[in-house]
């Protein structure tokens, strides 16, 4: 195993019937990384995420971060832990002002109206911090539910498609949020379908196919895989 690992999977499995939407799956993620997730639809990513997390409970195997066994946690333990992930679907509370949304996520935060209010600026929606959040766009409530990942002040981030369904610009935004939190050290897990921005982003890429760990490494010898070729392109593909 690696010596700077924060977080170790070791053979994770979860079966559903009949269906192992995932397949004994063992990788690490190195502290401070990118690390891309890839695979086709119904590849088992968010059921990973959900094993990892703590949303849903394994039947078999191991999660292990900073060094000591977490599987089982709870989703609530492991956002105390520094465990942090965020969903394909916001989160975002309409009825409640831009800033608050952020407050509610923050009860681990020492001073959460200053956080707040550092990452409305960050994210340049300072002057929507006292509209009701339903008056912002969709790619806006995207980066307010990437925010109220950072008001848990996460030491790694499991982003679940965080770019789906936004423009170019709101896009540009989200990664350059990333890509700020990434600097001051924090460790990301980014699953995403856009290939361009996955090879971009990504130091070191897990590939998953039919809840099982395809193969793992750099985007170069990603790209150029037959086998990630033929999971997305030889079936049905996504
Ligand atoms: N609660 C559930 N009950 C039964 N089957 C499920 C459940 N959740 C997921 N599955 C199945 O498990 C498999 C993995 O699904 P999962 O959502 O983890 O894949 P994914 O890689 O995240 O897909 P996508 O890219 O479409 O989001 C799929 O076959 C899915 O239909």
Do not use: W
Request: proline share 3%.
């Amino acid at each position: 195993m690696s010596g700077d690992s924060i977080l170790e999977i070791e053979s994770i499995r979860k079966e559903y019937g009949s269906l192992v939407a995932v397949d004994d799956v063992s990788f690490d993620v190195e502290r401070g990384q990118i690390l891309g997730l890839i695979g086709p639809n119904g590849a088992g990513k968010s059921t990973l995420f959900d094993l990892i997390t703590g949303v849903q409970t394994p039947d078999g195997g191991t999660v292990n971060y900073d060094g000591q066994d977490i599987t089982g946690n709870s989703l609530e333990r492991n956002v105390e832990l520094g465990l942090v992930r965020t969903f394909q679907q916001t989160r975002v509370l309409g009825q409640m002002t831009v800033r608050e949304n952020l407050l509610v996520a923050s009860q681990l935060s020492d001073q959460p109206r200053e956080r707040a209010d550092e990452l409305l600026d960050v994210i340049e929606l300072t002057e929507k911090s006292d509209i009701l959040a339903e008056g912002l766009s969709f790619g806006q409530q995207k980066l307010i539910s990437i925010s109220q990942a950072l008001m848990l002040d996460p030491e790694i981030i499991l982003l679940d498609e965080p770019l789906a369904g936004v423009n170019p610009t709101m896009e540009n935004k989200i990664l350059d949020l990333i890509h700020e939190m990434h600097d001051e050290g924090t460790t990301f897990v980014f699953v995403e379908h856009d290939m361009d921005v996955i090879m971009s982003e990504c130091e070191d890429i897990v590939v998953m196919n039919s809840g099982r760990l395809l193969t793992r490494g750099p985007p170069k010898q990603i790209q150029n895989d037959d086998r990630v070729i033929e999971a997305y392109f030889g079936g049905e593909g996504a």
